[in-house]
């Protein structure tokens, strides 16, 4: 992309711009909007932050440059309309699967109150949902929010048949939650963290979403070299101390670790807003 910048006749120059601005926007879709071929996407009332567009909080001149060092593919295979939520859903909602097994002690940690709103980002086929639900009650919100389409009309469609009114889907985009600024209490990253593949720009849209004094809760893998399974090494970034300073560097004041019974690969960490 770059070398066509370099070019010196206005004609290339022109030319490279074009092909970058649509590679840029490739995965970047305006927030709760239907992909190809999908029926009407699940918007929130208009009582409700808005979501109908990408959220405003990643100013172009702060964006990030370089994206995150993550594989090539990490997100492909969620992108992929062909393998539908379903499939998704037996892979992910097993008790053999950490998170699954552990998932009431881990909504316990997020503390929780009836009334609060809390963002699940990463929510995929939804496995948190019903607590969250349950959790904040009826005068309370969750967000649920991914990046792939299939997965938001899958919550939303769990959300009608599991008579969770409370629960708005959010399709958002590589950089940004698409939350409105300052609309939730609480934001949930369960296995989320090391896909994100513009992790500052993630961070920022984060930040800006969350009220003063808000909490950003994230549950990921440990990746320890020597310990930690080969998957594992291959596919997470970063370990827990990068992943912690990162946070910390976007506006975080880092709060405690909870230690949850039956955590083998993975660890919990709670952070504030500053």
């Known amino acids: ?17 074009l092909v970058t601005s649509s590679l840029a926007c490739r995965r970047e879709p305006a927030a709760v909007t239907a992909g190809p071929g999908a029926g009407p996407a699940p918007t929130a009332p208009a009582t409700e932050p808005s979501a109908s567009a990408p959220a405003p909080n990643t100013p172009a001149a702060s964006r990030q440059e370089l ?3 993550v594989p090539a593919d990490i997100n ?3 992108l992929d309309a ?7 859903s037996a892979r992910w909602e097993v008790e053999s699967r ?3 097994a552990c998932r009431d002690a881990i909504v316990a940690a997020l503390g929780l109150k009836p009334g609060e709103r809390v963002a699940d980002i990463g929510t995929g086929t939804g496995l948190f949902l019903g607590p969250l639900s349950r959790a904040v009650g009826d005068a309370g919100k969750v967000f649920a929010v991914d990046i792939a389409q299939k997965f938001v009309d899958h919550v939303q469609k769990r959300a ?20 409105a600024a300052a609309s939730v209490d609480v934001v949930f990253l369960c296995d989320t ?3 994100f593949e513009y992790h500052e720009d993630m961070l920022r849209s984060i930040h800006a979403a969350l009220r003063p004094g808000g909490r950003l809760v994230v549950v990921d893998f440990g990746r320890i070299p020597g310990k930690s399974r080969e998957w594992i090494i291959g596919h997470v970034r970063a370990g827990q101390e990068v992943v912690t300073a990162e946070i910390e560097a976007a506006g975080f004041r880092f709060v405690d670790e909870v230690e949850v019974d039956g955590f083998e690969e993975n660890y919990l960490v709670r952070f504030e807003r500053r």
Request: hydrophobic share 45%; with cysteine.
């Open 193 to 195: 963290y090391h896909h």
């Open 1 to 17: 992309m770059l070398v066509g910048v370099m070019q010196p006749h206005g004609h290339k120059l022109l030319l490279c711009v």
């Open 82 to 88: 062909s393998k539908p939520a379903d499939e998704w």
């Open 98 to 100: 950490e998170v699954f």
């Open 67 to 69: 994206r995150s060092a």
């Open 76 to 78: 492909d295979q969620f």
């Open 160 to 179: 009608e048949k599991e008579e969770m009114p409370n629960v708005v889907a959010v399709l958002s985009n590589e950089r940004s939650a698409a939350l």
